[in-house]
């Protein structure tokens, strides 16, 4: 573990730097007490632990403007070339289009179907509850490898069942189509992954909401569905908008499972990058990396914006932001 | 629905009611169906097949052939080597997160006055970036031209740190602390620090105050973290095919061989229920042991 430690002067000093005089700042309100050594101990494993959870993140950035053609450490000057050559290459454009379609279905179903349980769940009786929950449980306890192939097996079973009767029924015709892996394999089985954790973000929610206003909506002759665009559906936004987010970055993310369903033609920006780093990291591969860092850092900013107006508009005195809603 | 046998009801009031009852249950199928699907279709039925592929033989090229057979299960016993070591490494790392994760929740979650918002996004960013360049931005920092090179530089022999299990290792809980750190940092922000100081005044130093308040309270914390950590971990892939260069193999990387490469299906289904039964095994005792050492405690306490 001391690898980090003795990394950080060596490449990460801006980092390092920007950690320590974040910490260092401690507040005038801790100065009329000498700091015992037990404090400064807390201070300095937490300014390290800092440096330690952004150093590669730092490393792939700067990197990624190396003007190189060859190894990714050999730093030859400042340069956005492999930026431009990355944006460039169709490969990189086909995978990003595919992993976006697959987050974006995968994050709009997963989140529907899983709202939709959630509050289905309130309405049955215990037994059907707690068989659900199982379920759920199961789904999040097993590693994400087993349900990969698991599903891969599944899909081949389907393939073999479904493609003599597709090739049964267009006989004879000049462009028969058959069911192969691809897109569709990819999506069903994130939103398997998915979906579990928008029920759990949701419910969790709907646990901790204010049932008066839903009664006084009653009272006050709303009907149900009435009931639930004005209370229930605002109050749920924040759990929704997180699970959500979680998912498409998930799924933008997700190697895996990806790698054992996809099929020719749906190649993921993941399975790309991890494809070229078979031949050694890149320049080419940290540009691709910081402009998917990036991607992901607009998403989370612009979903933690909204919850944040969002909250405001409500009143809300609670933590509704994104930070928020991951730590509890 | 119960008051509808005091009120005087007409038989026209109590069939629109039930058609009410009807029309809710409707609607209540009507949302469980596509998560019931998902989980039946997607989740339970793939599990066994599983089962039922762990007793095939591999088909002549590649796949699976139906029979009835151990044999899958006993070439799992010859070789549990990726199965230790997934299990040590699992523990290592659980047990790695836990006390670096530690100070700093406290730190966070009691000394950070103003800054803590910061700090915890700080800590959200690098959790919902992409695991996979995170990963791979370490194998320049620990390759022949970072850390590796600077160490062989100074002791003069050739230092190797990608493809050892100390590099994956640092993957593991590179990766992974985020999610020991949210847990523990929610349990410890619960605190009540009157307890704390009640404590200090009852003559308890620093040492025994944490060992007797602090650590009973926050172990339901850790317990989840732990949880957290570990399950991802057992069956973890990218990281040994990233940092261990092919070198190291655990049981993610075997099972990705036997379907992937191999193609010998029925030997990872096999290797699959293993798995399975180790981690349930595995947390069953660690929830037991856990929970068991609580109770004892809270009857010496009485």
Redesign the interface.
């Known amino acids: 573990m001391t690898a980090p430690a003795t990394a950080a002067p060596s490449l990460a000093s801006p980092a390092r730097a920007a950690g320590t005089t974040r910490l260092a700042g401690g507040g005038p309100a801790r100065r009329r007490q000498p700091r015992s050594l037990v404090e400064g101990w807390f201070r300095g494993h937490t300014a390290l632990v800092y440096v330690f959870l952004y150093l590669p993140i730092v490393v792939v950035i700067v990197f990624s403007f190396n003007g190189t053609n060859r190894l990714v450490t050999d730093w030859q000057g400042f340069s956005i070339k492999w930026y431009q050559a990355a944006l460039a290459d169709r490969n990189i454009q086909q995978a990003l289009w595919n992993s976006v379609t697959i987050a974006a279905w995968n994050a709009v179903l997963a989140t529907t179907f899983g709202t939709m349980a959630a509050l289905g769940l309130q309405r049955v009786a215990p037994r059907v509850r707690s068989f659900f929950d199982a379920l759920t449980y199961v789904s999040v306890i097993i590693p994400e490898i087993v349900i990969a192939l698991a599903t891969l097996i599944l899909f081949s079973n389907v393939r073999d069942v479904v493609n003599p009767v597709l090739a049964g029924l267009q006989a004879g015709a000049a462009k028969p189509v058959h069911l192969q892996l691809g897109q569709w394999s990819v999506i069903a089985a994130h939103v398997l992954f998915n979906l579990s954790l928008v029920l759990l973000l949701v419910r969790a929610r709907l646990a901790g909401m204010d049932r008066t206003h839903v009664e006084a909506s009653y009272d006050l002759y709303a009907t149900p569905w009435r009931t639930f665009r004005q209370i229930t559906f605002p109050q749920l936004l924040p759990a929704i908008v997180a699970g959500f987010l979680l998912s498409f970055t998930f799924s933008l993310d997700d190697y895996v499972i990806t790698q054992f369903v996809s099929g020719p033609g749906s190649q993921t920006l993941p399975l790309f990058i991890f494809g070229q780093t078979r031949l050694g990291v890149t320049p080419l591969t940290n540009a691709i990396a910081a402009l998917m860092l990036l991607f992901t850092l607009t998403v989370l900013l612009g979903g933690q914006l909204f919850l944040a107006r969002h909250a405001r508009r409500r009143g809300g005195g609670r933590d509704e932001t994104m930070a928020g809603l991951i730590v509890s | 629905m119960t008051a509808a046998g005091e009120v005087a009801t007409s038989a026209g009031r109590r069939q629109a009611e039930r058609q009410a009852g009807r029309r809710?249950r409707l609607?209540?199928?009507?949302?469980?169906v596509?998560?019931?699907f998902?989980?039946l279709?997607?989740?339970?039925?793939?599990?066994v097949?599983?089962g039922v592929?762990s007793f095939g033989v591999r088909g002549p090229d590649g796949?699976?052939q139906p029979a009835l057979t151990f044999d899958n299960y006993a070439v799992v016993a010859t070789r549990f080597g990726p199965f230790w070591l997934s299990l040590a490494m699992a523990a290592a790392g659980t047990a790695?997160c836990a006390v670096?994760a530690f100070?700093?929740a406290?730190?966070?979650a009691t000394?950070?006055?103003?800054?803590k918002?910061l700090?915890?996004?700080?800590?959200?960013?690098?959790?919902?970036?992409?695991?996979?360049?995170?990963?791979?931005?370490?194998?320049?920092?620990?390759?022949p031209?970072?850390?590796a090179g600077?160490?062989s530089d100074l002791t003069g022999t050739e230092v190797q740190?990608l493809g050892t299990p100390g590099a994956i290792l640092?993957g593991i809980?590179?990766n992974y602390?985020?999610l020991m750190i949210?847990p523990l940092?929610?349990t410890l922000e619960r605190l009540d620090r009157t307890l704390l100081e009640a404590s200090k005044d009852l003559g308890a130093g620093?040492w025994a105050t944490f060992r007797q308040i602090t650590l009973p309270i926050v172990l339901p914390g850790v317990i989840t973290g732990s949880i957290l950590v570990f399950?991802?971990l057992?069956?973890?892939?990218?990281i040994p095919?990233?940092l261990g260069y092919g070198k190291v193999f655990l049981i993610?990387n075997v099972?990705?061989l036997d379907?992937?490469v191999s193609r010998n299906?029925p030997a990872?289904?096999a290797k699959?229920v293993v798995?399975?039964a180790i981690?349930l095994v595995s947390?069953s005792f660690y929830l037991w042991f856990m929970n068991r050492g609580r109770r004892t405690r809270d009857v010496s306490v009485l």
């Open positions: 809710a609607l209540t199928g009507a949302l469980l596509p998560a019931s998902w989980y279709v997607l989740l339970v039925l793939p599990l097949i599983v592929y796949g699976y790695l670096l100070p700093l406290y730190f966070i000394r950070a006055t103003r800054r918002t700090l915890i996004i700080l800590l959200v960013i690098p959790f919902w970036t992409s695991f996979l360049i995170r990963t791979i931005a370490w194998v320049t920092i620990l390759g031209r970072g850390v600077f160490l740190l640092l809980v590179y602390l985020p949210f940092y929610v620093r399950i991802p057992m069956g973890e892939y990218v095919a990233i993610g099972l990705q379907f992937l299906w990872g289904a699959a798995l399975i981690m947390i």
